[in-house]
């Protein structure tokens, strides 16, 4: 069999560009509405196989929300914080929580855990703020 090689095509260099420094986890509409500003006449369905592809090709991570496939730059293992008045999503790093979690799926039979990230839910500091009358 021939290798997969790996085409940095303009449409994959937009989309990486636009998300790596991206941390808001956009959609695929978001990401649409960017590419088609510098791509006018490319469709919603090349978007997506392109997410698709660079997902599968651990360029890109894809984060579900509640059935909305979000996508981040950060590939390595981590975790998220949703407020639930806002929408935001945080990036939560801690090796502690991996490591314990990771070791609690070591005692799962028949099944062989490669990944977990674990999701918390609450509101981010500035709709705290808000609620509170402190902004």
């Not at 090689?5 to 420094?21: E, G, M, P």
């Not at 509405?33 to 090349?46: A, E, F, G, W």
């Amino acid at each position: 069999m021939g290798e997969n090689k790996f085409v940095l095509t303009n449409q994959r260099s937009i989309i990486l560009d636009y998300i790596k420094d991206n941390h808001t986890h956009p959609t695929v509409d978001e990401m649409f509405n960017h590419v088609k500003r510098k791509l006018p006449r490319i469709s919603k369905k090349t978007v997506y196989s392109n997410l698709k592809f660079l997902v599968e090709n651990d360029l890109i991570s894809e984060v579900n929300v509640k059935g909305v496939l979000r996508y981040e730059p950060k590939i390595d293992p981590h975790h998220h914080l949703f407020c639930k008045s806002c929408g935001k999503i945080i990036d939560f790093e801690s090796d502690k929580l991996l490591d314990y979690s990771m070791g609690l799926a070591k005692g799962i039979k028949d099944f062989h855990v490669y990944s977990t990230e674990t999701n918390f839910y609450g509101i981010c500091k500035r709709c705290k703020g808000l609620r509170d009358g402190k902004v």
